[in-house]
């Protein structure tokens, strides 16, 4: 597995006047799809017809494998979708860079579990009824 991500951010010049802001991207993947970032549609209450998009998290492997890309299910109860890029603002840079480490602890994180997925070794058989015989005896 393999994930290269970037992160670009404005001239530090202007950012102590308007704030931080951040683009991560995905940028090489292999093994799992680049679309890493899980972010949830909101219907705005003003207009239920229009709607806001809020990140949320880096993708568990459940994730993956549930939500859709790009946009989600139409109508689902839980309308969560992926995206290989996020743009994020923060008031000020400590809790930017904070939330840069963070995110860099779950792409390790997502990682570590998708290779221990594919690398399952705890097995469990159950039986259910009568095991039939393997050699019969007659009189």
Not at 43 to 50: E, I, L, N, T, Y
Not at 85 to 114: G, I, K, P, S, T
Request: aromatic content about 10%; charged content about 25%.
């Amino acid at each position: 597995m393999y994930l290269k991500v970037k992160r670009s951010s404005m001239d530090p010049m202007h950012k102590r006047y308007i704030g931080y802001t951040y683009k991560v991207e995905v940028v090489d993947a292999s093994g799992l799809p680049p679309e890493i970032f899980v972010f949830l549609r909101i219907p705005k209450p003003s207009d239920p017809a229009q709607s806001d998009d809020m990140f949320q998290n880096v993708a568990s492997p459940a994730d993956i494998q549930e939500y859709p890309v790009t946009t989600p299910v139409p109508g689902a109860n839980r309308p969560f979708f992926r995206l290989s890029e996020v743009w994020l603002e923060f008031r000020n840079e400590n809790l930017a860079e904070d939330a840069w480490r963070c995110m860099q602890e779950d792409f390790a994180a997502l990682l570590d579990a998708l290779e221990a997925n594919a690398q399952l070794s705890v097995e469990e058989v159950v039986e259910y009824g009568t095991a039939p015989s393997s050699s019969s005896s007659s009189s």
